[in-house]
C-alpha cells in the first residue's frame, strides 16, 4: 500500500510569484487536506477536499486555492507568494468512511517552501 | 471555540526515563476524536492513536500509553523506558466534528539523550 506523497520536496520561490504544490493520497483514500506548519508552530488546516469539492476551509486568503482530481490526487495553489508563506505545506489523506471527525488522517513528508 | 493545549514546549530526559506530555482540548462538541501524532526531523507527521469521546478506556501499545479523562480534558501521552529514537516533536490533535479538519496543539519537542 502506497503512503501519501508529495512533491516536490523543497522549493525556493521570490515574492509575488505563483507556486502549484502536489499530492497523492493513499491508495483507497478519497479526501485530501491541506495544512501549513509555520517554523516552530502545528499544523493549521488550509482546506479539505472530498470527492473533488472543496469541504470546508481554514482561516487562509482566497490565494490559496486548491483542486482534487478524478484519481483523487489533489494539487495546493498559492499566488502573490508573501514572505510569511514560507512554511511546511503537509497533505493528508484519510477513506472518508466515518466522517463526523472520525476519519485518520494520514500525512506526506511535506513541502518545504521558502519565499524570498 | 476548539482550542488544544501543549504546555509543554521541550523535554529533555535520558533514555530508559519514562515521559509524560500533557495535552489539555476544549470543546463544546459532545462527540469528538482526539488524535496525537510523531513528528521527527525528517518532517512527515506520523499518526500514533486515535481516541474518541466515549470511551475512556486507558490505551497501551507497547511502551506507548494514553490517559483519557473527560473531566479534566486531557488526553495524556506516555512513553515508558524512553529510547533515542523516540526524540521528535509530539502533536496532540482534536478533530472538529463539522469540518473534519484537525486542530493541531504547538506540540512538545522531546529529546532523548543516551
Known amino acids: 500500500e502506497t503512503g501519501v506523497t508529495q512533491s516536490p520536496t523543497h522549493l525556493i520561490k521570490t515574492r509575488g510569484q505563483q507556486v502549484t504544490l502536489r499530492c497523492s493520497s493513499q491508495?483507497?483514500?478519497?479526501?485530501v487536506s491541506w495544512y501549513q506548519q509555520a517554523l516552530g508552530q502545528g499544523p493549521q488546516f488550509i482546506f479539505q477536499?472530498?470527492?473533488?469539492?472543496?469541504?470546508g476551509r481554514g482561516n487562509f486568503p482566497p490565494r490559496f486555492s486548491g483542486l482534487q482530481f478524478p484519481n483523487y490526487s489533489s494539487e495546493l495553489n498559492v499566488n502573490a507568494l508573501e514572505l510569511d508563506d514560507s512554511a511546511l505545506y503537509l497533505c493528508?489523506?484519510?477513506?472518508?468512511?466515518?466522517?463526523?471527525?472520525?476519519?485518520?488522517?494520514?500525512f506526506g513528508p511535506g513541502t518545504r517552501l521558502t519565499v524570498l | 471555540a476548539q482550542k488544544v493545549t501543549q504546555a509543554q514546549t521541550e523535554i529533555s530526559v535520558v533514555e530508559k526515563e519514562d515521559v509524560t506530555l500533557d495535552c489539555v482540548y476544549e470543546?463544546?462538541?459532545?462527540?469528538?476524536?482526539l488524535f496525537w501524532y510523531k513528528q521527527p526531523p525528517s518532517g512527515e507527521l506520523v499518526f500514533l492513536i486515535r481516541?474518541?469521546?466515549?470511551?475512556?478506556q486507558n490505551e497501551i501499545s507497547g511502551r506507548y500509553s494514553w490517559n483519557f479523562q473527560k473531566s479534566t480534558s486531557s488526553f495524556n501521552f506516555t512513553i515508558t523506558a524512553s529510547q533515542v529514537v523516540d526524540s521528535a516533536v509530539y502533536f496532540c490533535?482534536?478533530?472538529?466534528?463539522?469540518?473534519?479538519?484537525?486542530?493541531f496543539g504547538t506540540g512538545t519537542r522531546l529529546q532523548v539523550f543516551p
Open positions: 470543546t463544546r462538541d459532545t462527540t469528538y476524536y
Open positions: 493528508a489523506s484519510s477513506d472518508g468512511t466515518s466522517g463526523g471527525g472520525a476519519d485518520t488522517q494520514y
Open positions: 481516541r474518541n469521546s466515549f470511551d475512556e
Open positions: 490533535a482534536l478533530n472538529d466534528y463539522n469540518t473534519d479538519k484537525l486542530i
Open positions: 477536499y472530498y470527492r473533488e469539492e472543496e469541504n
Open positions: 491508495s483507497g483514500h478519497n479526501t
